[in-house]
């Protein structure tokens, strides 16, 4: 039985830009950096950056990206600094909660959130194509 997400590898083509933007722009905590690879924590989340020299030179198309919880009183200054880092902006939020989806350095689709699971469920209550299960 599954009981949660171990880790998140992302692939990297420079392990010291992306280890800056992990740290210094999104706040992430270094446990552990070689030459090649780094650990972080998110939150409690176990992050981890492996360079690789066939990542991506671009984004993808599809919507596939993961999203980081932020509290709203932060939500302003992870913004500011998404900016500040020039961090391109892939879509405008349209759900509730305050969200930026943004892309990082190596063209990873990736968002900060303000909410939870039962939040967006809430918001979903009352619409006719939902199926709940809870």
């Not at 993961?66 to 880092?85: E, G, I, K």
């Amino acid at each position: 039985m599954i009981t949660g997400i171990n880790h998140i590898t992302l692939s990297v083509r420079s392990l010291s830009e992306s280890f800056a933007f992990y740290q210094n722009v999104l706040g992430f905590k270094p446990l552990m950096k070689k030459q090649k690879s780094a650990y972080f924590l998110a939150g409690n989340l176990w992050f981890c950056i492996e360079e690789d020299p066939f990542v991506r030179q671009r984004e993808l198309p599809e919507y596939t990206h993961l999203a980081f919880t932020v509290a709203q009183a932060d939500f302003p200054l992870m913004c500011d600094r998404l900016n500040a880092a020039n961090a391109k902006i892939f879509k405008e939020n349209k759900s509730e909660g305050n969200s930026v989806y943004f892309i990082d350095p190596n063209g990873h689709k990736l968002e900060l959130h303000v909410g939870d699971w039962q939040s967006r469920l809430t918001e979903y209550r009352g619409q006719e194509d939902a199926e709940f299960f809870v």
